[in-house]
T-cell receptor, first 111, second 112 residues
């Protein structure tokens, strides 16, 4: 049981490049979400999904897209990277107990 | 709307000291309440939870009691260790919902 996995662990992008952060869970959880964590700040919700085919925006969705074609996978796409998107990104999933399981994070730097 | 407020850090303690990190919340109904811990370079992990009033969550020597009358869920530990140094997040989820509201986090440093 791997839990929540994220790839890559580290990524450096140039301004304007696009990329996809991968997230997968093997716990059959309905709910998945993406957060960003900036230095000295808490977690900010980017996008979330309550099941396959259903996604919605969180508090900081601009510049990011998501899709949920399967229960297991919830990729986050950066459309045109900007230095303001330099951050640590966490994916999380949650089942009926409502407790969140987090991945190890992706540390993204945009130059 | 729902919100979680926790004490600002950093909190610096000596080993074996008593720890309290305050957390209060605003929510309708009876949310589920959580404490998560984040060790350096890692994702958050669940420390303990409580799902109804007067419930006490406990794990690894940490405890928190769901107080509906004061809308609080303070985290306590009787004797901290250096290995407890981390960032602690208080959080809530509304009944029937999945979205979790997190506090800003409190960084704890424990000195040997």
């Amino acid at each position: 049981n791997a839990g929540v996995t994220q790839t890559p662990k580290f990524q450096v992008l140039k301004t304007g490049q696009s990329m996809t952060l991968q997230c997968a869970q093997d716990m059959n959880h309905e709910y998945m979400s993406w957060y960003r964590q900036d230095p000295g700040m808490g977690l900010r919700l980017i996008h979330y999904s309550v099941g396959a085919g259903i996604t919605d925006q969180g508090e900081v969705p601009n510049g990011y897209n998501v899709s949920r074609s399967t229960t297991e996978d919830f990729p986050l796409r950066l459309l045109s990277a900007a230095p303001s998107q330099t951050s640590v990104y966490f994916c999380a999933s949650s089942g009926q107990a409502r407790e969140q399981y987090f991945g190890p994070g992706t540390r993204l730097t945009v130059t | 709307g729902n919100s979680v407020t926790q004490m600002e850090g950093p909190v610096t303690l000596s080993e074996e000291a008593f720890l309290t990190i305050n957390c209060t919340y605003t929510a309708t109904g009876y949310p589920s309440l959580f404490w998560y811990v984040q060790y350096p370079g890692e994702g958050l992990q669940l420390l303990l939870k409580a799902t109804k009033a007067d419930d006490k969550g406990s794990n690894k020597g940490f405890e928190a009691t769901y107080r509906k009358e004061t809308t609080s869920f303070h985290l306590e530990k009787g004797s901290v260790q250096v290995s407890d140094s981390a960032v602690y997040f208080c959080a809530l989820t509304n009944p029937g919902g999945f979205k979790t509201i997190f506090g800003a986090g409190t960084r704890l440093f424990v000195k040997a």
